[in-house]
């Protein structure tokens, strides 16, 4: 065989080879593209089941009533800062565990809400307040809806004292929380008295009064029930004395005007207010603000 005729049988046998791997090729690019894609959605896809999921565990572990914590993630919290607790004594070499504060906080007079405003609009007041009373703990605690209501609140790191500051601060906020006004005309004179709210509030310390979940909510339980059996609008911390034991350092709180008391006693915040005492407190708020609306409205504030 000559040679043209050689070169002409091999180009003939090489022009569907090449057309096959030509073929080929774009098949391959079109797969790469294909996979490129699917890939895309895939990770779309991901990313917007994560989202869901994170909702979905908000949701499970908020209160759908007031929108704080529920009973589940209150419990959860609480054991997972014992357990804090406990590593840090390992760790650190310390004579204890952390402290961590156990507030037990049960909000009495809603009865008369339900019968004033009906049973819809005493579940705004309670959210309100629930709202409220989150905004005074630090973003490091917890609170919670623990039952009806009855509120949970988990302050790590806290000891004592500073359990019975926040428990003489949510007391006070309960009693003087400004309720919702549903009237269309002017408002109303508010009850002598306050909003016919109070609190009574049970404290418990690790580790001073146990060291487990169960022991620390059972010690805050039986000082909320001396708190509600004192007559509320107070705090009882667990395994304190009596005020009424002769304990002559609790007697002088209690006796302190503006003091940290567990009982009402002479304590001035839960006195009832007087009709004068209104229209002073408003005199002070409108001498108070007016710097802050100054310095909202861009003047210096002297």
């Not at 009574?200 to 310390?205: C, H, N």
């Not at 620390?216 to 339980?221: G, I, S, T, V």
């Amino acid at each position: 065989m000559s040679t043209p005729l050689l070169v002409q049988a091999l180009a003939a046998l090489s022009v569907p080879a090449l057309a096959g791997a030509t073929l080929f090729g774009l098949r391959v690019r079109r797969g790469d593209g294909g996979a490129a894609v699917r890939e895309a959605g895939l990770r779309a896809r991901v990313a917007e089941l994560e989202t869901r999921c994170a909702e979905l565990e908000r949701t499970a572990s908020c209160d759908p009533l007031t929108g704080v914590w529920n009973y589940r993630h209150l419990q959860l919290t609480l054991d997972r800062e014992i357990e804090r607790s406990r590593r840090a004594e390992q760790n650190e070499q310390q004579d204890g565990p952390r402290p961590l504060a156990v507030l037990l906080l049960e909000i009495a007079g809603f009865e008369a809400v339900v019968a004033e405003h009906g049973r819809g609009r005493s579940n705004a007041v309670l959210r309100d307040l629930a709202q409220r009373l989150g905004m005074e703990i630090r973003r490091s605690d917890t609170f919670g809806r623990y039952s009806g209501e009855e509120f949970l609140a988990v302050l790590p790191d806290t000891g004592a004292e500073g359990a019975a500051q926040v428990a003489e601060r949510l007391v006070w906020s309960v009693r003087r929380h400004l309720l919702l006004d549903w009237s269309s005309g002017p408002r109303a004179d508010r009850r002598p008295h306050g909003n016919g709210l109070t609190a009574a509030v049970g404290v418990a310390v690790l580790p001073a009064d146990g060291t487990h979940a169960a022991v620390l909510l059972r010690a805050a339980d039986r000082a909320l029930a001396e708190a509600r059996a004192a007559g509320g609008d107070c705090w009882r911390a667990a395994g304190s004395p009596r005020p009424d034991s002769g304990s002559d350092a609790e007697g002088d709180r209690s006796e302190k005007a503006g003091s940290l008391s567990p009982c009402v006693g002479e304590d001035p915040l839960s006195s009832p207010v007087t009709p004068p005492l209104p229209a002073i407190v408003a005199g002070l708020s409108d001498v108070l603000s007016q710097p802050v609306s100054r310095a909202r409205s861009g003047e210096n504030v002297p």
